[in-house]
């Protein structure tokens, strides 16, 4: 059996190396026995990582060698892509107008970066993912610019490119498309022509040369202190205690009772809603404590998380135990979907809960222009923790919002201490009549005791 190709660590210096015995074939042309290249590193990790394209380059070197265009040797720091090329000795004009450089498209860059990501420890769905939105940047700018060869990419076609995003509308919609939009799209373009300065297809990325990211300004608006995303305590109530928000708990179909359950959900944990809405019955457990919880993360293909910081457990509220949240997962298999009537679509699982909760919003009269309808319970849980005072670590721990300095990445925080401070949040079910307030309970007992005495009188 083979033995797999490895990056070779010098026993002195311990750099790692590229070291390939030359093909048999082509050894007199180049002059050597062996080519050896440093791949800069002491990390064995990275060395891995630089390996892989190093070894490719080489392979694509000696395939170069092999069809007769290159005639340079290389040297002990050895680089392809550094090795100017020339034809093979035929006629002098067919030597001049031989290519010294194959052109290579953005398209074909591309799969070589994908073909880059797998050398990392990331989970196959994630560089599917990953792929997949990357790819979509690609072929945007091919769209509108053409499949051009990288080396042909400068800083007039990044800005030309530009200038087109800003014109340009979201699908389906007159909208144009956001800043915030433009600046991502042309940030995972950059990434893919880094990876072809870093293989040396071209000498440096046009996107950062281009500083296109500063002409574009700010990614977010201004912020009016007026212009506030949350809702108000009363919109709150005004919303989970309409008649018709109470039925859909008992609702069947797409989106059926998701869309009772993730806004409150959303109220009370301030997770996003797509996290919400590709949760597992596995997801909900309970630590030695007691205490309840969910966890979010990317460990399966049809998760995903907005960034690293993202993957936490979040306490569950008190309500959300006495609203009975847990016969959702109750006697259901571990590996099946907490609202399996939810399909992932090109916007996520929880798009057509999106779709279906703004008119009822705007019926109940609580739409306010500006604000996401189901977003907007994020900010409102962050505006409440702030009101009761829950300290900001804790709060952005169970928001998964990235940490604020370096001491906040080190550690965890206990769960214990999130689901005490979570308690702290008021009672929305009880407000809105979700569930009863111990005043309800009280004034009942009440009328039960009296209607009792009435009949022992009688």
């Not at 050398?119 to 599917?128: E, Q, S, T």
């Not at 919003?361 to 306010?368: A, T």
Request: charged share 25%; proline share 6%; net charge positive.
């Amino acid at each position: 059996m083979a033995l797999i190709a490895q990056p070779f660590r010098h026993p002195d210096s311990g750099i790692y190396y590229l070291r390939r015995r030359v093909p048999d074939d082509i050894r007199l042309v180049i002059g050597k026995t062996e080519i050896r290249r440093s791949l800069n590193t002491r990390n064995h990790q990275e060395a891995k990582a630089a390996f892989a394209i190093a070894y490719a380059e080489s392979e694509r070197f000696f395939q170069q060698v092999r069809s007769g265009h290159s005639c340079l040797i290389p040297s002990p720091r050895f680089n392809p892509f550094s090795i100017p090329t020339c034809t093979h000795t035929t006629t002098a004009s067919e030597s001049e107008s031989s290519p010294t450089r194959k052109p290579l498209r953005l398209s074909e860059a591309f799969l070589g970066y994908v073909e880059s990501l797998a050398l990392g420890n990331k989970p196959a769905h994630v560089l599917r993912r990953h792929t997949v939105d990357y790819k979509r940047s690609v072929d945007r700018f091919i769209a509108r610019m053409g499949d051009r060869d990288v080396a042909e990419i400068g800083q007039p076609q990044i800005q030309d490119f530009a200038g087109k995003l800003t014109k340009s509308v979201v699908k389906h919609s007159n909208t144009p498309l956001a800043t915030s939009s433009i600046r991502l799209i042309i940030a995972r373009l950059s990434s893919v022509l880094s990876y072809a300065v870093d293989v040396g297809l071209i000498e440096f990325n046009p996107v950062s040369a281009s500083r296109i990211h500063k002409r574009l300004g700010s990614a977010k608006p201004k912020r009016l202190l007026e212009d506030a995303k949350g809702y108000e305590w009363t919109e709150l109530v005004t919303l989970f205690s309409q008649p018709e928000f109470k039925a859909l708990r008992y609702s069947s179909g797409r989106p059926g009772n998701a869309l009772f359950w993730l806004p409150l959900i959303a109220a009370y944990t301030g997770a996003r809603r797509e996290e919400i809405s590709q949760l597992y019955v596995c997801d909900f457990r309970q630590d030695a404590g007691g205490h309840w919880f969910i966890r979010i993360d990317d460990d399966k293909p049809d998760k995903s998380v907005k960034t690293e910081g993202s993957r936490r457990d979040v306490p569950l509220h008190d309500d959300l135990l006495e609203l009975g949240i847990l016969e959702l997962v109750e006697g259901k298999d571990h590996e099946s979907r907490l609202f399996p009537q939810l399909i992932k679509v090109s916007d996520g699982f929880a798009g057509i809960v999106s779709k279906a909760w703004r008119p009822l919003v705007i019926r109940w009269g609580v739409y306010r222009q500006g604000r996401h309808p189901l977003h907007g319970f994020r900010h409102t849980f962050k505006t409440t923790a702030r009101k009761v005072g829950i300290p900001k670590e804790v709060s952005d721990w169970i928001t998964g919002h990235a940490r604020s300095n370096e001491g906040d990445r080190y550690g965890v925080s206990p769960l214990s201490g999130m689901a005490e401070e979570i308690r702290k949040l008021p009672s929305i079910a009880k407000s809105a009549g979700l569930i009863p307030s111990t005043a309800s309970l009280i004034q009942g007992q009440e009328l039960g005791n009296e209607a009792s005495r009435t009949q022992d009188a009688s």
